[in-house]
Nanobody, 117 residues
Framework: QVKLVESGGGLVQAGESLGLSCAVS????????VGWFRQAPGKSRELVAR???????NYADSVKGRFTISSDKAKNALYLQMTSLKPEDTAVYFC???????????WGQGTQVTVST
């Protein structure tokens, strides 16, 4: 059974930092696309950052230079370090693992990040 569990969300002030973690079981990070998405109220879910099979990282333009995605294959865990947070970063953040073959996606339950002014 595949399980993704996010943690680390919370309420912070603009300009502060926050780190998210995602513990993954039942599927290997090393052989799939992995990433973080977010969904703000009334908006569609959007890609925040991703690690490709070749190890390259991709970021949404809105978070480039502020967010860093990383993974620990030994722990089968995914991380998102967020700095210089802005109110527009407020959203529920989801961990995602996607098969390279059939593109099937696994999702976590999400963790709320709220950035106040």
């Amino acid at each position: 059974q595949v399980k993704l569990v996010e943690s680390g969300g919370g309420l912070v002030q603009a300009g502060e930092s926050l780190g998210l973690s995602c513990a993954v079981s039942g599927v290997s990070l090393g052989q799939n696309l992995v990433g973080w998405f977010r969904q703000a109220p009334g908006k569609s879910r959007e890609l925040v950052a991703r690690i490709t099979y070749g190890g390259r990282t991709n970021y949404a333009d809105s978070v480039k230079g502020r967010f860093t995605i990383s993974s620990d294959k030994a722990k089968n865990a995914l991380y998102l370090q967020m700095t210089s947070l802005k109110p527009e970063d407020t959203a529920v953040y989801f961990c995602n693992v996607q098969h390279l073959t059939d593109l099937f996606s696994y999702w976590g339950q999400g963790t709320q990040v709220t950035v106040s002014t």
